[in-house]
Every structure is written in C-alpha cells, then in structure tokens.
C-alpha cells in the first residue's frame, strides 16, 4: 500500500476515533465519583475538624445561656397555661434543656456541611460559569438586602435580619458569597473578552503604515474591568450599611478588595478603574447628602453621627476605656479576664467560669475567650493553627485551579472565612475595637454556618472538577474513552475541558 493510501485510511481512523470520544470527552466533566476525580482531602479534612472542634466548644461554652433560656421559656409558657399556680396542691418541677443551642447548632452545621459536600460531588464546576447565574444572584440579594431595610426585623435599632418558611438570617451574610462569585464571574468573563479584544486587535492593524493595532481605550476598559463591578458591588456595601451594620459592610469591602487583587488584569487597568471608581462614588455621596439635606431639612453629618452612635461608643471604649462607663467596658473586660485565666492548658473543658453570666455573647461573638479559659493559650493556637493551615489548603486549591473563574472563587471564599476568623480573634484580643463579628464554625448562629458552609462547599467543588487535568493519568484510566489526539495546554487558565482530575 502507498504512503498516500496508508495516510488516507490513517486519516479516516483518526477520524472516527475522534466521532467516538467526542461524545466521550463530555462525560468526563460529569462523571464526579471516579475514584480519580477526588476532591482535596486535605481541605475537607481540615474542614471538618473545625467543624468538630466548634461544635465542641459551643455546647461547652452555651449550655449555661442555654439552661437559662430554656428554663424562662418553659416558666413563661407553665405560666400562661395556669399550670405554675402557687394555690395549686401539685407542685410542678421545671427541667431546663442545657443542649437546646448546641443542639440546634449541630443540626445546621451537620446538614449544611453534608449538603455541601455532596454539591461538591455532584456538580461540575462549570455548570456555575454560565453568565445568567451570576446576574439572578445578584437580582436576588439586592432584593434581599433592599427588602431587609423596608421591612426587616429590627434588633437594637438595626434592621438586619429577615425571615423566610421560618429561618431567620442576615441577607449580609449572603452577600458575602454573593460578592465572590459574581465578581469572579464577571472576571473571567472579561479577562476572556480583554483576550478576544487584543488578539483582534493584533490581526486588523489601524494604519498599515505605522503598525500600530487598534484597542479600545484605556479608559473605557477600565471602566469596564473595575469601576462597573465596583459600583454594583457598592450598592450592597450601602445598603448594607443603612441597616446599620459597619462591621458587616467593613467585611464586604475588604472581600471585594480581596478578589479585585486576586483578579488578572494589567496595572494601568487597575489604578485608571479604582480612579473612575473613587471618583463616581464621591460624587454619589455628595449628590446624595444634598438630597438628604434639602429633603429632611437635617444635616448629613449629624444624621450619620447619630445613626452610628454605637460604632462611636465602641471605638470610644477601645481608645480610652477609662473614659467610659463601666457597662460600656465590661463585656471586653470580662473577655480578658477569661482570655487570660486560662493559662497555658486552661481550667479544663466545661469549667470556664465568666461563660456564666459574666461574660455576654460567651457562645458567640467571644467563644475564643471561653476557648482560652478553658483550654489555655494552647487551645486558642491550636484554633490559630488550623485556620493557618484551611487557608494554605484552599490557596493551594486555587492555585492548582483550572480556570481564572475557578481561581478567585478557591482564593475568595478561603480568605472571607479565615479573615472573619482573625477580625474574630482580634476583638476577642482588644487588637481592634468590638464589633459583632463571628468566629466561622464555632460561634452560634447557625444560618451564618450555613454560609459558611456553602464557600467551604464550592471551594471543593473546585477541587473537585475545577482543577487541572493530570494528563498522563487521565490517560491511564480513562483510556477507553479518552481522546488521545487532544492536545491541550494545561497552563490555559481559560480551557473549561481541562478542568478535573485532582491528584
């Protein structure tokens, strides 16, 4: 036979090999319980120590507010049905339930957490990249967020909170991992239209004369790479703060700052984006004080003053605490005695003694302090190390990530829990002024470990079928269906096909 014949029949071959592991090539995104397509052990194993190690320590540190509270409910509803009359000749005995909170929390955590993990096995992470997404999640939380100031419910003069089929819930927190993902989104899907724009640009030259290529302005992109996702991301950090809630707002800007870093664009693009932001929104705030001003005959600062007296008081007490009263003083007081009395391996588990109506917020915002009380400075660096070691694991997850959409959500919700995590430690510390800032799967409240939950679950599911494909592997174990004519390079961080096979 020919050279030219055997190049013919070779031809038609590679051909049908190529129709036959075409259809193949798609299965491989979706086929998630291959033994070889694991998700990062070293993540979820941390994960779940925290878990474990919070859970723990809540009971330990609620189960006194616990048996208080749920006595007074228990007293309160005997009361109303007559059953605590004193005139009556059959006493009634009241038992308090000391592991009502611990309870509660271990079933939101448990079943967030199992939810989560089981998103990360079955769902590919490209299914997330399509555009629509990102937009209907935005639509929702700013409905949300906006729905949570007209009419959510108020707790000391903040409304921050809304209920929905009976789960309450702070649409802040949701706007935590609403930011990341939508500017992650977003990120790529410029990055790739930035590529599109340069490589066009490359092929059609302007002047033939000169050579020079013709590229959208300057100003024009950055408007588009930076000044447009950070005005949509500022109307959340507004309303969130309206509610009021700083802290809250404080968290969300920093997160965004965070994935703006992280995201791949040229430095001019940056600063020229962040100037048009700065300046568009100086010009919103000072537009908007004139309206305030002219519509409420009242003063701006004045207004602002008083809505964020709280705030002023607690930087009042972190400046000069002899300056204040001595209620304002006691809960970050009563923080450092129990942070401090523990010594260097604590009084021992369950024997804290300020959790005891002496420290308010013990079971929340403050669990560390009761952590070192009860297990020393060796237990408050035992929790220290392991968020260390959560966020090298889900850095190392997102380096490894296949996809610049997939990177920044790796990076993104790995920093928004850790820097929650050390915010958390710092107050209990007196490193920064009190604020209501939780400690990520150990402090009370179990939407907020929902959330948690939810990052810690899509940061697997990177690892799951987000990462680059180790070839030669793929090849061994996939050999029956696997294209072995594709020829692709790993180091594209915009190839969705060589998204899996974490190793």
């Known amino acids: 036979m020919s050279g030219a014949a055997k190049k013919l029949f070779s031809f038609g071959k590679s051909r049908g090999r190529r129709a036959k592991a ?40 609620s189960y006194g507010i616990s048996f208080v509270q749920s006595s007074s409910a228990m007293r309160a509803q005997w009361r109303q049905s007559g059953a605590l009359d004193p005139s009556s000749p059959v006493g009634v005995i009241l038992e308090a339930d000391a592991t009502k909170l611990a309870r509660k929390q271990a079933l939101y955590t448990v079943v967030s957490a199992a939810a989560a993990i089981a998103f990360a096995m079955l769902v590919p992470f490209r299914q997330l990249t399509r555009p629509s997404f990102r937009w209907i999640i935005y639509v929702v939380i700013t409905f949300a967020l906006l729905y949570t100031i007209v009419a959510g419910q108020s707790f000391n003069g903040a409304k921050r909170w809304l209920t929905i089929a009976g789960i309450t819930f702070q649409p802040s927190e949701l706007a935590k991992i609403g ?45 588009k790479e930076v000044a447009w996702p950070g005005l949509l991301m500022f109307i959340w950090i507004g309303m969130i703060v309206v ?58 600062v004045a207004f602002v003053s008083e809505r964020f007296a709280h705030a002023s008081r607690r ?69 220290i190390v392991i968020f260390i070691v959560f966020l090298v694991a889900g850095l190392y997850i997102a380096k490894r990530a296949a996809t610049h959409m997939a990177m920044l959500v790796a990076a993104g919700y790995t920093f928004m829990i850790v820097w929650q995590a050390f915010l958390n430690m710092a107050v209990a510390a007196s490193l920064i002024p009190a604020t209501g800032i939780s400690l990520p799967f150990f402090s009370y409240g179990g939407t907020a470990n929902i959330f948690f939950s939810l990052a810690a679950g899509l940061v697997l599911c990177v690892s799951k079928s987000g990462t680059k494909q180790n070839r030669e592997l793929a090849r061994i174990l996939d050999s029956a269906r696997y294209n072995k004519d594709v020829n692709m390079d790993d180091s594209d961080l915009e190839d969705d096909d060589a998204m899996g096979y974490a190793v």
């Not at 052990?41 to 941390?46: I, N």
């Not at 059609?204 to 000169?210: E, G, I």
């Not at 962040?274 to 701006?300: E, H, K, Y």
Request: proline share 2%; charged share 20%; aromatic share 10%.
């Open 22 to 61: 075409e259809p193949q090539k798609t299965v491989l995104g979706y086929k998630q319980f291959s033994s070889h397509r694991r998700m990062s052990l070293v993540f979820l194993f941390v994960w779940l120590v925290l878990i474990a190690f919070g859970l723990m320590m809540m009971f330990s540190a």
């Open 179 to 223: 930011s990341i993902f939508f500017l992650a989104s977003y990120f790529s899907d410029r990055r790739k239209a930035r590529l599109r724009e340069d490589a066009v640009a490359r092929a059609s030259h302007a002047d033939s004369r000169t050579g020079r290529a013709k590229r959208p302005s300057l100003m024009k992109q950055a408007f």
């Open 243 to 300: 509610q009021p809630h700083l802290s809250g707002a404080i968290i969300l800007a920093s997160i965004c700052l965070v994935v703006f870093f992280f995201a791949q664009m040229p430095l001019k693009i940056r600063l020229a984006g962040f100037t048009q932001l700065l300046v568009i929104v100086l010009i919103i705030c000072i537009a908007a004080g004139f309206v305030f001003q002219a519509v409420t005959q009242r003063s701006p």
């Open 315 to 383: 930087l009042d007490t972190f400046q000069n605490r002899d300056a204040v009263s001595e209620d304002d003083r006691m809960q970050i007081e009563q923080a450092e005695i129990a942070l401090g009395s523990g010594g260097l391996t604590g009084k021992g588990l369950g024997k804290s003694v300020q959790k005891l109506n002496w420290l308010s917020e013990a079971h929340n915002d403050f669990i560390l302090s009761v952590i070192g009380e009860e297990l020393g400075f060796l237990g408050v660096v035992a929790v």
